[in-house]
């Protein structure tokens, strides 16, 4: 079991459906990312919040909306994707550095996304 | 740009040798580096985080150490088991805007210990 929660855990859809990727935490950390992970592949950052506000985006295409309504949600909304967005989907959260410490990133256990 | 390397791709041994795998890392400036185990279709587990300011740490069988001047780290696994067969993920990360972490990951070793 693990403290960052992903839903769903599996999710079909074609290129012309609108659906979205939602990520929970309740261990009070105020960043949370986004990852896309191909077959055989490292994951890969695609977004970046910090204080529910977007603090990165690595230039991904604007058919992945992401959202942080609050702070222990992320989500990430799917519209009109391509069959080579199918990957697995990582969100992962952390401690803002306000103070010198270091605390890894909790990693939920993904979202498997297949584009017919 | 930061690039992370991991040594061996693929790694299978009996049960109950100790290994080694390796991770470099092109630029030195980094915050930390984490090691992370991957079970097939699941999710990233942290194993072991290393100051930047730090040359190991342990955990039960596992102890990972860090070279930053040399761009290097190892996580060497004691007395292997069956349960240790995964994907071991190399990620070095930079402090980012806002105080977030953005990680750099390795391609992996896959290893399987065989019974």
């Known amino acids: 079991d693990t403290e960052v929660t992903q839903t769903p855990k599996h999710l079909v859809m074609g290129m012309t459906n609108k659906k979205s990727l939602k990520c929970e935490q309740h261990?009070?950390?105020?960043?949370m990312y986004w990852y896309k992970q191909k077959a055989k592949k490292p994951p890969e950052l695609m977004f970046v919040y910090s204080y529910e506000k977007l603090s990165i985006n690595e230039s991904v295409p604007s058919r992945f909306s992401p959202e942080c309504p609050n702070s222990s949600l992320l989500n990430l909304h799917l519209h009109a994707l391509q069959p080579e967005d199918s990957a697995l989907y990582l969100c992962a959260s952390s401690q803002i550095r306000v103070i010198r410490g270091h605390q890894p990133q909790h990693f939920g256990d993904g979202t498997r996304l297949s584009i017919l | 740009k930061q690039e992370v390397t991991q040594i061996p791709a693929a790694l299978s041994v009996p049960e109950g040798e100790n290994l080694v795998l390796n991770c470099s890392f092109t630029d030195s400036a980094i915050y930390n580096l984490q090691w992370f185990r991957q079970d097939p279709g699941k999710g990233l587990t942290s194993l072991l985080l290393i100051q930047s300011s730090q040359r190991e740490q342990t955990s039960g069988r596992l102890n990972a150490s860090l070279d930053k001047s040399s761009g290097r780290s190892t996580l060497y696994i004691a007395a292997s088991q069956p349960g240790d067969s995964a994907t071991y993920l190399c990620?070095?990360?930079?402090?980012?805007?806002?105080?977030?972490?953005?990680?750099?990951f390795g391609k992996g070793t896959k290893l399987t210990v065989n019974p």
């Open positions: 990620a070095v990360s930079k402090l980012s805007q806002g105080g977030s972490e953005k990680l750099v």
């Open positions: 261990m009070g950390h105020r960043a």
